[in-house]
T-cell receptor, first 115, second 115 residues
Framework: GAVVSQHPSRVICKSGTSVKIECRSL??????MFWYRQFPKKSLMLMAT?????????EQGVEKDKFLINHASLTLSTLTVTSAHPEDSSFYIC???????????FGPGTRLLVL | AQKITQTQPGMFVQEKEAVTLDCTYD???????LFWYKQPSSGEMIFLIY??????QNATEGRYSLNFQKARKSANLVISASQLGDSAMYFC????????????FGDGTTLTVKP
């Protein structure tokens, strides 16, 4: 089956610093990847669509300058939380789909804690 | 705009019994896809089952089946012969257009299987 990895799985940082999260499709190429955010015991909220070789598409209300997305290759998308603050603490999950497959496969997620 | 509603915040089921998790949806798009995911305490999102809007038969995957009632706009998940390992959060999601990643998620149902 399709496998998506994320790194790191957990990160703690100080307020004001930037944090980079990587999302990789291990056994398939993905022209599009998706970034979600999830608060404890809450639903997943789509943040943005990462497009290989072009700009990401952000959902309404998501600050593009705050959450920088780079999709430099067909197997890697990165989300950088810039100048992180405690309110950015959350569970971030990426997903991708092999071509022609209806479902999406999720990475294991990254727990971010900003102190 | 599309919307997913899961009205059961929490459900309990006895081990080896069947349980139904409710999901209703709202969309004006005639082409859509419905998904169920399982999220254990580890946080990973596990794909369970998919139903396309034009599929004539209800989807089944092992112990999971989707009770798709198109006229009522419902897509309930049925888990047969519950196991202790089924205890988790379950999310219903709907795809927008043909892109599996751009999905809207319900608020989830926490299922607890009792021994």
């Amino acid at each position: 089956g399709a496998v998506v990895s994320q790194h790191p799985s957990r990160v703690i940082c100080k307020s004001g610093t930037s944090v980079k999260i990587e999302c990789r499709s291990l056994d398939f190429q993905a022209t599009t990847m998706f970034w979600y955010r999830q608060f404890p015991k809450k639903s997943l909220m789509l943040m943005a669509t990462s497009n290989e070789g072009s700009k990401a598409t952000y959902e309404q209300g998501v600050e593009k300058d705050k959450f920088l997305i780079n999709h430099a290759s067909l197997t890697l998308s990165t989300l950088t939380v810039t100048s992180a603050h405690p309110e950015d603490s959350s569970f971030y999950i990426c997903s991708a789909s092999p071509a022609g497959v209806e479902t999406q496969y999720f990475g294991p997620g990254t727990r971010l804690l900003v102190l | 705009a599309q919307k997913i509603t899961q009205t059961q915040p929490g459900m309990f089921v006895q081990e080896k019994e069947a349980v139904t998790l409710d999901c209703t949806y709202d969309t004006s798009d005639p082409s859509y896809g419905l998904f169920w995911y399982k999220q254990p305490s580890s946080g990973e999102m596990i794909f369970l089952i998919y139903q396309g809007s034009y599929d004539q038969q209800n989807a089944t995957e092992g112990r999971y089946s989707l009770n798709f009632q198109k006229a009522r706009k419902s897509a309930n998940l049925v888990i047969s012969a519950s196991q202790l390992g089924d205890s988790a959060m379950y999310f219903c999601a709907m795809r927008e257009g043909r892109n599996a990643g751009k999905s809207t998620f319900g608020d989830g149902t926490t299922l607890t299987v009792k021994p």
